[in-house]
C-alpha cells in the first residue's frame, strides 16, 4: 500500500507517513447501499413489516398509544417515522388524543421544548402529548418485580398503561449491551435509576476486583447478560410493534427493520449493523493508528474514547494505541476530571459499584480497561489534560515513532472510522 495516508481530524484530515512500518491492514466499514426513497420505505415497513403483523392491524380495538423515541444523541429518522405511524393509528381507530410520545432519555438529561421540537417537528409536538422520561420521579414510575438477574424493574406508568405499545430507534453497536435498539428502548429508555444501575453493572464481573465481563461487549447478544436482562425485561412490560433504523458508514439509511416480532426485527437489524461495520482481522498487531472519525465524533474526548475501546480486539495487551483526535471542546464533561482523580483501581471500582455512570465508566476503561496498553495522542487537547487521562501527547507520526522507540518492523492496523469499526477475528 502507499507510504501516505490521510485521516480525519475535526474538520480536516492529517497526512501521516508510514514508512518503517508494517501494515496489516486499512480497517474500515464495508459499502452499503442507501434507502433512497425514505419515505415509501418507512410507509412499507409500518403496513407491510417484514416481522409481524401491520400496526393498523393490531390497533383496531385498542383505546390508547404510546410511542418510545431516542434521545437527540441518536440519530433515528424519528421526525420522518412518527408522523407515519400517527397516521396508521389514527387510522387504526386510536385518536390523537389518546397517542403519548414518550422521549426514552434512560439516565441522559432530559430535552428541552425547543429540543423535543427539533426531534420531531412542530407538527407532532402540537398534535400530541410529549413526555421527557424522568428516571429518578419515583412517582412517574411503577415497579414490577425483580429480573432473574436480580435488577428491581421500576418502569415509566404512562408505557405500562397504554394499550399499544410502539417502540422507534436505531440499532448499532453498543460497547457493553452488544447492540443498541431494540429493548434498549426499555432499558435503559423509560427504566428508573436502580433499574439502570443494576443492570449496567453487570458489565463488570460479579466478583469483585476481577474487572469487565468479556461477554458485555459490542457485538454479543448471546450469553451477555446486560442484553440478556434488558430482553427479559422488555418481554415482561411488553412491546407491541417497533421499527428500528439502520445506517451505513456513510450515516445514510440503508435497512428499516419491523414488525411484531420485535425481537425477530431487532436480530434483522443486527445481522445488518455487522455486515456493514465489522471487519476480519487474523490476528492483533503491535500498534493501531485509529482516528476517531473526524467532526462531531471527534469534537471532545468523551465522544471519543468509544473509538478506544473498539481497538481492544485489534491489539495486543502490550501493544500501542495511536489515538488521532480533535478534541477541540476539550474533556466533554468536568465529571470525568473528578472521576479520574481517583487513581486507585480499587477505589474506583468501589466508586463505580456505588454510583454507576457512564463518565465513571469511561474513567474506568482509562484506569483499568485499556490494561498495559500505551496511548498516545495527536490532538488538540492541552497536554495537562492528555497527562490526566494517563496518556501521552504527540504532534506526528516521527515523534510517536521515538517515544515508543519503533526498531523491529512492528505491525500496525490503520482505522479510519474507530467510533464505528469493529474486528472480529477469524
Known amino acids: 500500500m502507499e507510504e501516505i495516508i490521510k485521516l480525519p481530524y475535526g474538520d480536516i484530515e492529517k497526512e501521516f507517513n508510514l514508512r518503517g512500518l508494517k501494515v496489516l491492514g486499512v480497517l474500515k466499514p464495508q459499502k452499503y447501499p442507501e434507502i433512497v426513497e425514505q419515505k415509501d420505505a418507512i410507509y412499507k415497513a409500518i403496513k407491510t413489516p417484514e416481522y409481524g403483523s401491520s400496526l393498523i392491524d393490531i390497533a383496531k380495538g385498542k383505546r390508547s398509544a404510546v410511542i418510545l423515541v431516542s434521545d437527540k444523541t441518536r440519530r433515528t429518522l424519528a421526525k420522518e417515522v412518527v408522523p407515519i405511524l400517527l397516521e396508521e393509528l389514527t387510522k387504526g381507530g386510536i385518536p390523537l388524543s389518546s397517542i403519548a410520545i414518550i422521549v426514552a432519555v434512560g439516565a441522559h438529561p432530559m430535552l428541552t421544548e425547543e429540543e423535543i421540537e427539533h426531534l420531531l417537528g412542530r407538527d407532532v409536538t402540537k398534535a400530541v402529548t410529549v413526555i421527557n422520561h424522568n428516571c429518578r420521579d419515583e412517582s412517574s414510575l411503577e415497579y414490577r418485580g425483580v429480573s432473574s438477574k436480580g435488577t428491581p424493574i421500576y418502569i415509566n406508568k404512562i408505557y405500562l398503561e397504554s394499550e399499544l405499545k410502539i417502540l422507534t430507534g436505531a440499532v448499532n453497536y453498543h460497547d457493553f449491551a452488544g447492540f443498541s435498539g431494540g429493548a434498549k428502548s426499555i432499558l435503559p429508555g423509560i427504566s428508573g435509576f436502580s433499574t439502570i444501575s443494576h443492570n449496567h453493572l453487570m458489565l463488570l464481573n460479579p466478583s469483585f ?87 462531531p465524533f471527534d469534537i471532545n474526548f468523551y465522544q471519543v474514547m468509544k473509538s478506544v475501546i473498539n481497538t481492544m480486539k485489534m491489539i495486543k495487551e502490550d501493544g500501542a494505541i495511536i489515538l488521532v483526535a480533535s478534541c477541540k471542546e476539550g474533556l466533554g464533561t468536568e465529571d470525568l476530571r473528578e472521576w479520574l482523580s481517583i487513581e486507585s483501581p480499587t477505589k474506583l471500582e468501589k466508586e463505580l459499584r456505588n454510583n454507576f455512570n457512564m463518565i465513571g465508566k ?3 476503561d482509562i484506569r483499568v480497561g485499556i490494561g498495559k496498553r500505551k496511548v498516545i495522542m495527536i490532538t488538540d487537547l492541552p497536554e495537562e489534560e492528555v497527562k490526566l487521562l494517563g496518556f501521552q501527547k504527540a504532534d506526528t507520526l516521527e515523534e510517536i515513532k521515538e517515544i515508543l522507540s519503533i526498531r523491529n518492523d ?11 469499526t469493529i474486528a472480529r477475528s477469524s
Open 209 to 295: 476486583g476481577t474487572g469487565y465481563n468479556p461477554m458485555a461487549t459490542a457485538g454479543i447478544l448471546e450469553g451477555n447478560p446486560v442484553h440478556e436482562d434488558m430482553e427479559e425485561i422488555a418481554e415482561l412490560v411488553g412491546i407491541d410493534f417497533i421499527i428500528n433504523t439502520v445506517f451505513n458508514a456513510e450515516g445514510k439509511l440503508s435497512r428499516i427493520v419491523s414488525g411484531t416480532s420485535w425481537k425477530q426485527a431487532h436480530r434483522a437489524g443486527c445481522k445488518a449493523i455487522e455486515e456493514i461495520f465489522s471487519v476480519e482481522i487474523k490476528g492483533k498487531a503491535d500498534i493501531v493508528l485509529v482516528s476517531a472519525g473526524g467532526y
Open 362 to 364: 469511561i474513567a474506568y
Open 410 to 420: 512492528p505491525t500496525l492496523y490503520i482505522v479510519p472510522y474507530g467510533n464505528i
